[in-house]
């Protein structure tokens, strides 16, 4: 029963999208800050839990990352929603989600099992994008910061989102063709 306590954290800050949301959308930014850090805070907890005391279920192996894209896909949806992100920014972010999620079931369909592991440009672009989402979130609710930052940021964002996809591709890509 232990081994849950790591994946209930994760149900957990999975079931919190909706209220920060909510907030974000309403404008109680200082409330919404608050549950964004407790929800990264939980994500730090699960994480150290299941690496300390080895409480890793093939459950937390799927629910983690399914956790964090959710979280990010949606606030940045609300965002959108807010005219504080522009929507082609929004539409690449979900994109190559999208096409991750689609070549890694095209792959796992046709070559059977995919051990999937995080590239380091994608590592890179998810702490981008979860820094320009704090950074808009800092930008609409205590201070503006310049344009020319904001957009530089988010283009930085836009680069790697699509330097992530094209990696994924290129490699599922060779691992298929070493296989055939």
Same mark, same amino acid.
């Given at each position: 029963?232990?081994?849950?306590?790591?994946? #209930?954290?994760? $149900?957990?800050? #999975?079931?919190?999208?909706?209220?920060?949301?909510?907030?974000?959308?309403?404008?109680?930014?200082?409330?919404?800050?608050?549950?964004? $850090? =407790? !929800?990264?805070?939980?994500?730090?907890?699960? *994480?150290?839990?299941?690496?300390?005391?080895?409480?890793?279920?093939?459950?937390?192996?799927?629910? /983690?990352?399914? !956790?964090?894209?959710?979280?990010?896909?949606?606030?940045? #949806?609300?965002?959108?929603?807010?005219?504080?992100?522009?929507?082609?920014? #929004?539409?690449?972010?979900? &994109?190559?989600?999208?096409?991750?999620?689609? *070549?890694?079931?095209?792959?796992?369909l046709v070559r059977g099992k995919l051990d999937m592991?995080?590239?380091?440009?994608?590592?890179?672009?998810?702490?981008?994008?979860?820094?320009? =989402?704090?950074?808009?979130?800092?930008?609409? !609710?205590?201070?503006?910061?310049? /344009?020319?930052?904001?957009? &530089?940021?988010?283009?930085l964002v836009a680069a790697t989102t699509c330097l992530? *996809?094209m990696a994924y591709v290129y490699l599922w890509g060779?691992?298929?063709?070493?296989?055939?």
């Amino acid at each position: 029963m232990r081994e849950q306590i790591p994946n #209930i954290i994760t $149900v957990v800050r #999975i079931l919190s999208i909706a209220p920060i949301c909510w907030l974000l959308w309403r404008g109680s930014y200082s409330l919404a800050l608050i549950l964004l $850090v =407790l !929800a990264g805070l939980s994500d730090a907890l699960d *994480g150290f839990l299941a690496r300390r005391y080895g409480w890793f279920t093939r459950l937390g192996a799927m629910l /983690d990352p399914v !956790a964090d894209k959710l979280f990010v896909v949606s606030v940045f #949806i609300v965002f959108g929603l807010k005219g504080s992100l522009p929507w082609w920014l #929004i539409a690449l972010v979900i &994109g190559r989600d999208v096409v991750i999620v689609l *070549g890694a079931l095209a792959y796992r369909l046709v070559r059977g099992k995919l051990d999937m592991h995080p590239l380091l440009i994608s590592k890179l672009n998810t702490g981008l994008q979860i820094t320009l =989402l704090a950074v808009t979130l800092f930008h609409v !609710a205590m201070h503006p910061l310049p /344009d020319w930052f904001n957009q &530089g940021l988010q283009w930085l964002v836009a680069a790697t989102t699509c330097l992530s *996809g094209m990696a994924y591709v290129y490699l599922w890509g060779r691992y298929a063709l070493a296989k055939g």
